[in-house]
């Protein structure tokens, strides 16, 4: 009641922790079934383990942003299909292109994948936007953030199920690499991806795409960032064999990155200002 005898009847803000209940029970359901693999070793739970581990921080981190959309349109169908897109077409591009212009993994060749893997994570986004004509920096980062996401899902998938192969079944040493790619997924190919798609969308016009001084820059950015990602720990072994150095050398291009895609949903938040 406010001082006139009114009942004040604004609405309470919705909460939006449903990204932190996901992550946590999906934390949860991932022990379990660890521990379940452990007890009875069975080797049919693997996949599932796999899947559980690999998909939980991505799906969480498209949660948090999509929970953030406010007024703009971006849908939650829009956003799963980027999802898929991203991760399936982006996969799957990725690893038909990048055996053509890479022989060998070295700094220089670090940045043909940055170049090669932005392009194909972007794909997911523009077949939704066209279609839907999404034209916000919101949309775009949300959709975005979906897509990168999806490429880092799948290609982590990847990359620990050939690492349970490769060690003979090394339960220890699978749940290292998913731990791993995990953690570094969001402030990797989701940040990277929104990024990009942020100023993507925002430049477009009625579902048509311009590849401008703005658009062009984004694409250079985040493929450096992506580029010094894979690339940087290679040169700091070299000089300084430490396991810390490499930490330190990606978390601080981790920090550069969230501190753009900050900037740009701070701008995003601007696109909207309700009448007072």
Known sequence: MDGNGFYNFTPRRKRQDTWLRLLAAGTVLYIVTLKIVQYTENTHLVPTLVFVGNFLVPVAFVSFFYERRGIFSVSMAATALCFLYGGLLGTITAAVVEPLFIRELTFISSFLVGFIEELAKI????????????????????????????????????????????????????????????????????????????????????????????????????SVLHGLWNGLPQVIDDFIPSPNADILALAAIGAVGIIVLYHQWRKAEREFIPFQ
């Open 123 to 222: 794909i997911g986004v523009v077949i939704i936007a066209r279609r839907r004509r999404y034209n916000s920096y919101k949309d775009g980062i949300i959709l975005g953030a979906a897509a990168g996401m999806g490429f880092a899902a799948f290609e982590s998938t990847g990359y620990t199920f050939a690492a349970f192969l490769n060690t003979g079944g090394s339960l220890s040493y699978t749940v290292m690499i998913t731990l791993l790619r995990g953690i570094t997924a969001p402030v990797g190919h989701g940040t990277w991806t929104a990024i990009f798609s942020g100023v993507l969308l925002n430049e477009s016009v009625a579902g048509r795409f311009y590849l401008n001084r703005k658009v062009l820059t984004a694409y250079l950015t985040v």
